[in-house]
């Protein structure tokens, strides 16, 4: 089992900037790829942006160039840095981690990202 804690969501103004941070604790030997999914109301979940363990990245087109997701093995954390956020941003984001071993997919509780015009 692995428990995923989400922090740094809130209430920003159109242009500023937000970091999330998730911590991921259990059974961490098994996680592989990670990211940052989010979802508003009535919507799909989508992918924000994904990091393998080497570190490789994907984003949404959407964020390109606004975001950044890092990773931090050694601390078990991955992070996604907000900058330019636009108020289509808001949504509840999630941290998810993948098995490395199983088809298992784990997610935190969310945290949400309000961002004002």
């Known amino acids: 089992q692995v428990q995923l804690v989400e922090s740094g969501g809130g209430l920003v103004q159109a242009g500023g900037s937000l970091r999330l941070s998730c911590i991921a604790s259990?059974?961490?030997?098994?996680?592989?790829?990670m990211g940052w999914y989010r979802q508003d109301p009535g919507k799909q979940r989508e992918l924000v942006a994904g990091?393998?363990?080497?570190?490789?990245?994907n984003y949404a087109d959407s964020v390109k160039g606004r975001f950044t997701i890092s990773r931090d093995n050694i601390k078990n954390a991955v992070y996604l840095q907000m900058n330019s956020l636009k108020p289509e941003d808001t949504a509840v984001y999630y941290c998810?981690?993948?098995?490395?071993?199983?088809?298992?997919?784990?997610w935190g509780q969310g945290t949400q990202v309000t961002v004002s015009s």
């Open positions: 998810n981690a993948d098995s490395r071993t199983t088809s298992r997919r784990y």
């Open positions: 990091i393998t363990r080497a570190g490789m990245t």
């Open positions: 259990g059974s961490i030997v098994s996680i592989g790829a």
